[in-house]
C-alpha cells in the first residue's frame, strides 16, 4: 500500500486564532500557517477541523470573536474555491474522487458564548459541530484543567450539555478539569471526544488523559485524537515520531484501537515533533506507523476511527426541520 493512498482525518488546529489576529494571511500557502491548502493536499488529509480558539490576547472573549472567526472560516476556508465544510452525517464519507478536502467547525471554550445558549444554538446553526467546553481555565460553564479546585460544571453547564445533547451538538473534553470530566460522562447520553490530548501514563503533562478516562471514552465509543505538541508527547519537551507510538502502544492496550485518531493542534503549538512539523508531513508518519502494525489499523487511526464516530454522532440533515 502506498502511504499516499491512505487518507487522513485531523481534529484540531487553531488557523482560525492566527488568521484573526493576521487578517492579511492566505491560507493556499502561507509561511506563518502551519496547516495550508497545499500541505492539506499533499499530506492527504481528507478531513481537517478547524478550531475557533479566543486567544487571551484579543481581550475578553465575547461572540462578536466567535462569529468573526465563523466569518473567516466561511471566507477564507470553505469558500467557492476551497474546502468542502462538513455539518451532516450523511456528508461523512461521501466522497467524488478529486474532491477538495473536507473541513469542520468547533469551538475551543465557551467563554466567547457569554452564558448564553441562544449564541450556542446560532453557532449550531453556523455550522459549529463541535464544543470544547473549556481552554485551560474556569469559564461561566465549568472548570479547565489548570483551576485549582478542580471544580466540575456549573448550573448553566448542566443546561449547555443537556441542551448538546437534544440538538446534535458533539462535546469535547480536551482542556476539561478531570471533575468536568466524570460529571459529562454522568450527565451525558451521547459519547464524546477529547479531540488533541494523549496518555498521562506516557507523558505526564496536565492536559493528558489517566487510564481510568481513557478506558470511559472507549467504553462509550468515544475517540482520543492524538496531538503533536511535544510537551505532552514526552516529558522533556523534546519528541520524534516514535514517542507517538508508545502513547499508541498505550492506548491500545487499554482497549482503545478502534478509538485512535488524531489532532496534531498545528497552529496552536511553537514547537513540533521532529519531521512532523505540518500535515504534508503526515505520509512520513504513516511510513513510520506501517512498519510496525497492519495496514487496516494504520488506516483507522488515521482517518477510519474518526469519520465511523462522525457518521454514527453527527446530527442527520434529513431529520432537520
Same mark, same amino acid.
Given at each position: ?5 491512505? !487518507?487522513?482525518?485531523? =481534529? ?35 478531513? %481537517? ?16 470573536? *466567535? ?7 466561511? %471566507? !477564507?476556508?470553505?469558500? $467557492? ?27 475551543e471554550g465557551v467563554d466567547g458564548l457569554e452564558g448564553n445558549l441562544f449564541y450556542a444554538q446560532l453557532c449550531f446553526e453556523l455550522g459549529v459541530r463541535f464544543l470544547g467546553v $473549556? ?9 479547565? *484543567?489548570?483551576? !485549582? ?28 478539569s478531570q471533575a468536568g470530566f466524570w460529571e459529562l460522562a454522568d450527565l451525558s447520553n451521547r459519547p464524546f471526544i477529547a479531540s488533541h490530548s494523549n496518555a498521562a501514563a506516557?507523558?505526564?503533562? *496536565? ?5 481510568? %478516562?481513557? !478506558? ?92 465511523? =464516530? ?6 442527520? %440533515?434529513?431529520?432537520?426541520?
Amino acid at each position: 500500500m502506498r502511504v499516499d493512498k491512505l !487518507k487522513v482525518a485531523d =481534529f484540531h488546529c487553531d488557523v482560525l486564532s492566527k488568521m484573526q489576529a493576521s487578517p492579511d494571511i492566505n491560507f493556499d500557502n502561507d509561511p506563518r500557517l502551519d496547516v495550508t491548502a497545499e500541505r492539506l493536499a499533499s499530506g492527504g488529509v481528507e478531513l %481537517q477541523c478547524f478550531a475557533i480558539y479566543l486567544s487571551a490576547t484579543r481581550g475578553k472573549p465575547s461572540f462578536e470573536h *466567535v462569529l468573526g472567526q465563523i466569518d473567516l472560516f466561511r %471566507q !477564507k476556508i470553505v469558500n $467557492t474555491d476551497g474546502l468542502q465544510w462538513v455539518r451532516w452525517k450523511e456528508q461523512v464519507g461521501n466522497r467524488l474522487v478529486g474532491a477538495p478536502p473536507q473541513a469542520m467547525l468547533s469551538l475551543e471554550g465557551v467563554d466567547g458564548l457569554e452564558g448564553n445558549l441562544f449564541y450556542a444554538q446560532l453557532c449550531f446553526e453556523l455550522g459549529v459541530r463541535f464544543l470544547g467546553v $473549556t481552554w485551560n481555565y474556569a469559564n461561566w460553564a465549568a472548570d479547565g *484543567v489548570l483551576e !485549582k479546585r478542580n471544580g466540575g460544571f456549573t448550573e448553566k453547564g448542566r443546561k449547555l450539555i443537556e441542551w448538546c445533547n437534544e440538538s446534535g451538538m458533539l462535546l469535547d473534553v480536551s482542556h476539561l478539569s478531570q471533575a468536568g470530566f466524570w460529571e459529562l460522562a454522568d450527565l451525558s447520553n451521547r459519547p464524546f471526544i477529547a479531540s488533541h490530548s494523549n496518555a498521562a501514563a506516557i507523558c505526564g503533562h *496536565v492536559r493528558n488523559l489517566n487510564d481510568e %478516562q481513557i !478506558k470511559a471514552l472507549i467504553a462509550m465509543n468515544g475517540r482520543m485524537g492524538l496531538t503533536f505538541y511535544p510537551w505532552f508527547v514526552s516529558d522533556d519537551g523534546k519528541a520524534r515520531m516514535d514517542d507517538l507510538l508508545k502513547h499508541i502502544e498505550h492506548v491500545c492496550s487499554l482497549g482503545g484501537e478502534k478509538h485512535l485518531m488524531f489532532g496534531s493542534d498545528f497552529d496552536g503549538i511553537d514547537t513540533w515533533v521532529e519531521k512532523l512539523e505540518h500535515p504534508g508531513k503526515y505520509p512520513d508518519l504513516i511510513e513510520q506507523l506501517l512498519r510496525y502494525y497492519p495496514e487496516d489499523t494504520v488506516k483507522g487511526w488515521m482517518y477510519e476511527n474518526a469519520t465511523s =464516530f462522525l457518521s454514527a454522532n453527527l446530527p442527520s %440533515q434529513v431529520s432537520k426541520p
